[in-house]
C-alpha cells in the first residue's frame, strides 16, 4: 500500500511539474491530467471511493476536457507567441505565495495523524452528512452552480456580440 | 494476499479474451444482419457461413501498412488508440456476468463506470487534434461534443437505478430485480439510458463524428492498420460492454424464468445487441443540431422527471 | 481493498494487451515505398490548403462548459440516492429545492438558446 501511496504522490508531482514547464497548450493539459488521475487513485487508496472516482469523473473527465476543447476551440498560434501575462501574472504569482504560505503554516501546525482515517469517502457516509448536518451548504451549493450556468452564457453572448 | 492477486489475473485474462472474440464476432454479426436486412447474404466466403471471416480481417489488418502521418503531433498519435483500447477494457472490471463470476465487485462500481466512460473522450480529442487534419479534428470535438452531451442522460438514468436498489454495486443492483427487473419501474429512465448508449457508441443514429458523407471517417481519418483497427475495436467492445450493462441494470442480469445463471446473462446481452444492430441498420442519421438539442431539451428533463415520479413513489 | 487492487491488474493487464497488440503490428508491418503523397491529409484527393488547426466554433466551448456544471449536479444525486430510503419525503424534498434552483438556471441556458446549435 505504501509502494502505490509513493508511486502515484510521484506521479501527480510529476504532472504538477509538467503543467508548470511544458510551455505546449496541449500537453500542458495532458500533464494536468496525470496530475488529477493520480490524485483521484490518492483518495482511493485513502479508502475514500466517492471522492476518488468523483475526482476522476469531474476533474479528469470533464475538467481536462474543457481545457482542451478550448484549446482548440481558440487560435493555437496566436496563443503561442501572444503570451503576455503582465498584471495578471504578477497577481497569480502573489496568490500563489500566499496559498503555499497558508497550507505550509497549517501543515506546520497540526500534526498528521498516523492511523489512517475512518471510511468516511463513501456514498452512504456522505449523504448522511449531506442530507443532514450539512443541509444549508448542500442547498447553497446549488445556487453557486446556478450563478456558473448563468456566468457561462453571458460569457458567451457577450463574445458573439463582439464577433458579429 | 497472493491468491486473491492470482485469481484476478486469471479472471481477468478470461474477461479480456471474452471480450475481445465478443467484439469480432459482433462486426461479424452486425455485417451477416446487416446483409439480411438488405436481401443479401453479407460475408460468406471465409469459412462455413462466413464464421473465419474475423480472423481473417484480423490477420490483414496486422498485416498493412502502417502509414505513420508525418504531420502528426507524434506521441498523440500514437497514444490516441492506445488510449481508446484501453479505456474500452476498463469497464469490464465490475461487470457481474453471474452471481460469482466478476473481476471486482466494488461498492461503487456505477461511479467507476462514469469515470472510465469519461476517459473514452480523450481518445476520440486527441485522435482528432493529433492527426492535424480538419476532417479529423472536426470528428474528434463533434464526438467529444456527443459523447459529453449524452453522458450526463445516462448518468441521470443511473442514478434511478441506484434509487431503486439503494446500492452503487453492480451485484447488488442485479440482486435487487430478483422478483421485478427495473424494466418495469425505471421505464423511462430505460429509454433514456439505451438512448444514450446509441449515442455513447457512436451508432446510427446518432454516428455523426464519423458520418463518411461529410466527414470522411472523423477523428480516425489519418490512422492506418491495427491503428485504425483498434478504433474499430474500441467500439465494438464499447457495444458489446453497453449490451451488457443493460442487463445488468435493467433486465435482472443473470436471473431468468428458470434456475439462475450466465446463460441468461448472455442471452439477453445478445437481444439488446440484437436490437442494437436492427436500429442501426433501419434508421437514418440526424443532423447535428438535431441531436444536441434532442439530448439537452428531450433527454435530461425526461431523465429528472423520471428520478422525481421514481422517488416521490418510493417515499410514499 | 482487494477490490481496488484488482482495477489496478485489469489496468495494468489493458495496457499490456493494448500495447502489445499494436507492437506486434509494427513489426510486422511491410515496409514499403515512401511516397510522399501518403503523408498528405486526406482531403478527398484535394491538395489540403492552409492549416488544420484552425478554429472552430465556440459551441464546442459552451457544450463543455455546460457539461461540467450538469455534470457535478449529477455527482450530487448519488449520494443522495443511496441513502434516500432512510430521508424518504424529507430528501424528496431537499432534493426538489436543489434541483429546482438548478432548473431556473437550465431554463435561462435554454431561453439564451445554449441548446441550439447553429
Same mark, same amino acid.
Request: proline share 5%; aromatic share 16%.
Given at each position: 500500500?505504501?509502494?502505490?501511496?509513493?508511486?502515484?504522490?510521484?506521479?501527480?508531482?510529476?504532472?504538477?511539474?509538467?503543467?508548470?514547464?511544458?510551455?505546449?497548450?496541449?500537453?500542458?493539459?495532458?500533464?494536468?491530467?496525470?496530475?488529477?488521475?493520480?490524485?483521484?487513485?490518492?483518495?482511493?487508496?485513502?479508502?475514500?471511493?466517492?471522492?476518488?472516482?468523483?475526482?476522476?469523473?469531474?476533474?479528469?473527465?470533464?475538467?481536462?476536457?474543457?481545457?482542451?476543447?478550448?484549446?482548440?476551440?481558440?487560435?493555437?498560434?496566436?496563443?503561442?507567441?501572444?503570451?503576455?501575462?503582465? =498584471?495578471?501574472?504578477?497577481?497569480?504569482?502573489?496568490?500563489?505565495?500566499?496559498?503555499?504560505?497558508? %497550507?505550509? =503554516?497549517?501543515?506546520?501546525?497540526?500534526?498528521?495523524?498516523?492511523?489512517?482515517?475512518?471510511?468516511?469517502?463513501?456514498?452512504?457516509?456522505?449523504?448522511?452528512?449531506?442530507?443532514?448536518?450539512?443541509? %444549508?451548504?448542500?442547498?447553497?451549493?446549488?445556487?453557486?452552480?446556478?450563478?456558473?450556468?448563468?456566468?457561462?452564457?453571458?460569457?458567451?453572448?457577450?463574445?458573439?456580440?463582439?464577433?458579429? | 494476499?497472493?491468491?486473491?492477486?492470482?485469481?484476478?489475473?486469471?479472471?481477468?485474462?478470461?474477461?479480456?479474451?471474452?471480450?475481445?472474440?465478443?467484439?469480432?464476432?459482433?462486426?461479424?454479426?452486425?455485417?451477416?444482419?446487416?446483409? /439480411?436486412?438488405?436481401?443479401?447474404?453479407?460475408?460468406?466466403? !471465409?469459412?462455413?457461413?462466413?464464421?473465419?471471416?474475423?480472423?481473417?480481417?484480423?490477420?490483414?489488418?496486422?498485416?498493412?501498412?502502417?502509414?505513420?502521418?508525418?504531420?502528426?503531433?507524434?506521441?498523440?498519435?500514437?497514444?490516441?488508440?492506445? @488510449?481508446?483500447?484501453?479505456?474500452?477494457?476498463?469497464?469490464?472490471?465490475?461487470?457481474?456476468?453471474?452471481?460469482?463470476?466478476?473481476?471486482?465487485?466494488?461498492?461503487?462500481?456505477?461511479?467507476?463506470?462514469?469515470?472510465?466512460?469519461?476517459?473514452?473522450?480523450?481518445?476520440?480529442?486527441?485522435?482528432?487534434?493529433? &492527426?492535424?487534419?480538419?476532417?479529423?479534428?472536426?470528428?474528434?470535438?463533434? &464526438?467529444?461534443?456527443?459523447?459529453?452531451? /449524452?453522458? @450526463?442522460?445516462?448518468?441521470?438514468?443511473?442514478?434511478? !437505478?441506484?434509487? *431503486?436498489?439503494?446500492?452503487?454495486?453492480?451485484?447488488?443492483?442485479?440482486?435487487?430485480?430478483?422478483?421485478?427487473?427495473?424494466?418495469?419501474?425505471? @421505464?423511462?429512465?430505460?429509454?433514456?439510458?439505451?438512448?444514450?448508449?446509441?449515442?455513447?457508441?457512436?451508432?446510427?443514429?446518432?454516428?455523426?463524428?464519423?458520418?463518411?458523407?461529410?466527414?470522411?471517417?472523423?477523428?480516425?481519418?489519418?490512422?492506418?492498420?491495427?491503428?485504425?483497427? *483498434?478504433?474499430?475495436?474500441?467500439?465494438?467492445?464499447?457495444?458489446?460492454? !453497453?449490451?451488457?450493462?443493460?442487463?445488468?441494470? /435493467?433486465?435482472?442480469?443473470?436471473?431468468?424464468?428458470?434456475?439462475?445463471?450466465?446463460?441468461?446473462?448472455?442471452?439477453?446481452?445478445?437481444?439488446?445487441?440484437?436490437? *442494437?444492430?436492427?436500429?442501426?441498420?433501419?434508421?437514418?442519421?440526424?443532423?447535428?443540431?438535431?441531436?444536441?438539442?434532442? &439530448?439537452?431539451?428531450?433527454?435530461?428533463? !425526461?431523465?429528472?422527471?423520471?428520478?422525481?415520479?421514481?422517488?416521490?413513489?418510493?417515499?410514499? | 481493498?482487494?477490490?481496488?487492487?484488482?482495477?489496478? #491488474?485489469?489496468? $495494468?493487464?489493458?495496457?499490456?494487451?493494448?500495447?502489445?497488440?499494436? #507492437?506486434?503490428?509494427?513489426?510486422?508491418?511491410?515496409?514499403?515505398?515512401?511516397?510522399?503523397?501518403?503523408?498528405?491529409?486526406?482531403?478527398?484527393?484535394?491538395?489540403?490548403?492552409?492549416?488544420?488547426?484552425?478554429?472552430?466554433?465556440?459551441?464546442?466551448? #459552451?457544450?463543455?462548459?455546460?457539461?461540467?456544471?450538469?455534470?457535478?449536479? $449529477? $455527482?450530487?444525486?448519488?449520494?443522495?440516492? #443511496?441513502?434516500?430510503?432512510?430521508?424518504?419525503?424529507?430528501?424528496?424534498?431537499?432534493?426538489?429545492?436543489?434541483?429546482?434552483?438548478?432548473?431556473?438556471?437550465?431554463?435561462?441556458?435554454?431561453?439564451?438558446?445554449?441548446?441550439?446549435?447553429?
Amino acid at each position: 500500500m505504501t509502494t502505490l501511496f509513493w508511486l502515484f504522490g510521484v506521479l501527480a508531482i510529476v504532472g504538477a511539474l509538467g503543467v508548470l514547464f511544458q510551455t505546449h497548450p496541449v500537453r500542458g493539459a495532458l500533464f494536468l491530467l496525470l496530475n488529477f488521475l493520480a490524485i483521484g487513485v490518492l483518495y482511493l487508496l485513502a479508502r475514500a471511493p466517492f471522492v476518488g472516482f468523483v475526482q476522476i469523473l469531474v476533474y479528469a473527465g470533464a475538467i481536462v476536457v474543457l481545457f482542451l476543447v478550448a484549446i482548440m476551440v481558440m487560435d493555437l498560434r496566436r496563443l503561442e507567441s501572444d503570451f503576455d501575462l503582465g =498584471l495578471m501574472g504578477f497577481l497569480t504569482f502573489v496568490l500563489g505565495v500566499a496559498f503555499f504560505v497558508i %497550507v505550509a =503554516l497549517v501543515l506546520l501546525k497540526n500534526q498528521i495523524p498516523e492511523v489512517s482515517p475512518p471510511p468516511t469517502g463513501t456514498p452512504e457516509a456522505l449523504g448522511e452528512w449531506l442530507f443532514g448536518q450539512y443541509l %444549508v451548504p448542500f442547498e447553497l451549493a446549488s445556487i453557486l452552480l446556478l450563478v456558473a450556468i448563468v456566468g457561462a452564457i453571458v460569457l458567451i453572448r457577450r463574445r458573439r456580440q463582439d464577433v458579429s | 494476499m497472493a491468491q486473491p492477486i492470482f485469481q484476478t489475473l486469471w479472471k481477468t485474462g478470461v474477461v479480456f479474451l471474452g471480450a475481445l472474440t465478443a467484439a469480432a464476432y459482433l462486426v461479424l454479426a452486425e455485417r451477416k444482419f446487416a446483409g /439480411y436486412f438488405q436481401e443479401r447474404y453479407g460475408p460468406n466466403r !471465409v469459412g462455413p457461413f462466413g464464421l473465419l471471416q474475423p480472423l481473417a480481417d484480423a490477420v490483414k489488418l496486422l498485416l498493412k501498412e502502417e502509414v505513420i502521418f508525418p504531420q502528426a503531433s507524434r506521441g498523440l498519435y500514437l497514444a490516441a488508440p492506445v @488510449i481508446i483500447g484501453v479505456a474500452a477494457l476498463l469497464p469490464l472490471a465490475v461487470i457481474p456476468f453471474s452471481e460469482h463470476f466478476y473481476i471486482a465487485d466494488l461498492p461503487v462500481a456505477v461511479l467507476y463506470l462514469l469515470a472510465v466512460g469519461s476517459l473514452s473522450t480523450y481518445g476520440v480529442l486527441l485522435g482528432g487534434w493529433s &492527426s492535424n487534419s480538419k476532417y479529423a479534428l472536426l470528428g474528434g470535438l463533434r &464526438s467529444a461534443a456527443q459523447m459529453v452531451s /449524452y453522458e @450526463i442522460a445516462m448518468a441521470l438514468a443511473l442514478v434511478g !437505478v441506484a434509487l *431503486m436498489a439503494q446500492s452503487l454495486s453492480l451485484v447488488k443492483i442485479v440482486q435487487a430485480q430478483q422478483s421485478l427487473w427495473f424494466l418495469i419501474p425505471q @421505464i423511462l429512465g430505460f429509454v433514456v439510458f439505451l438512448i444514450a448508449a446509441f449515442a455513447e457508441t457512436n451508432r446510427l443514429p446518432f454516428d455523426l463524428p464519423e458520418a463518411e458523407s461529410e466527414l470522411v471517417a472523423g477523428y480516425h481519418t489519418e490512422y492506418s492498420a491495427f491503428k485504425f483497427a *483498434m478504433f474499430f475495436v474500441g467500439e465494438y467492445i464499447h457495444l458489446f460492454i !453497453v449490451g451488457c450493462l443493460v442487463t445488468v441494470l /435493467y433486465l435482472g442480469g443473470w436471473y431468468g424464468p428458470w434456475k439462475p445463471g450466465p446463460h441468461w446473462f448472455f442471452l439477453k446481452t445478445f437481444l439488446v445487441l440484437f436490437f *442494437m444492430i436492427w436500429v442501426r441498420w433501419t434508421y437514418p442519421r440526424f443532423r447535428f443540431d438535431q441531436l444536441m438539442r434532442f &439530448s439537452w431539451k428531450v433527454l435530461i428533463p !425526461v431523465a429528472l422527471l423520471n428520478l422525481l415520479l421514481t422517488s416521490l413513489w418510493m417515499a410514499l | 481493498m482487494t477490490a481496488y487492487l484488482s482495477l489496478l #491488474v485489469v489496468f $495494468v493487464l489493458a495496457v499490456l494487451l493494448i500495447g502489445g497488440i499494436l #507492437v506486434l503490428s509494427h513489426l510486422l508491418n511491410p515496409q514499403r515505398s515512401t511516397n510522399p503523397a501518403k503523408g498528405e491529409a486526406y482531403e478527398c484527393g484535394i491538395i489540403p490548403k492552409g492549416d488544420a488547426r484552425a478554429p472552430v466554433s465556440i459551441r464546442f466551448f #459552451v457544450m463543455a462548459l455546460l457539461f461540467l456544471i450538469f455534470d457535478i449536479e $449529477v $455527482v450530487f444525486l448519488f449520494p443522495w440516492a #443511496v441513502v434516500y430510503h432512510k430521508l424518504m419525503l424529507l430528501g424528496w424534498i431537499e432534493m426538489v429545492i436543489f434541483l429546482g434552483i438548478l432548473l431556473v438556471g437550465y431554463f435561462y441556458a435554454w431561453g439564451q438558446g445554449a441548446f441550439d446549435w447553429k
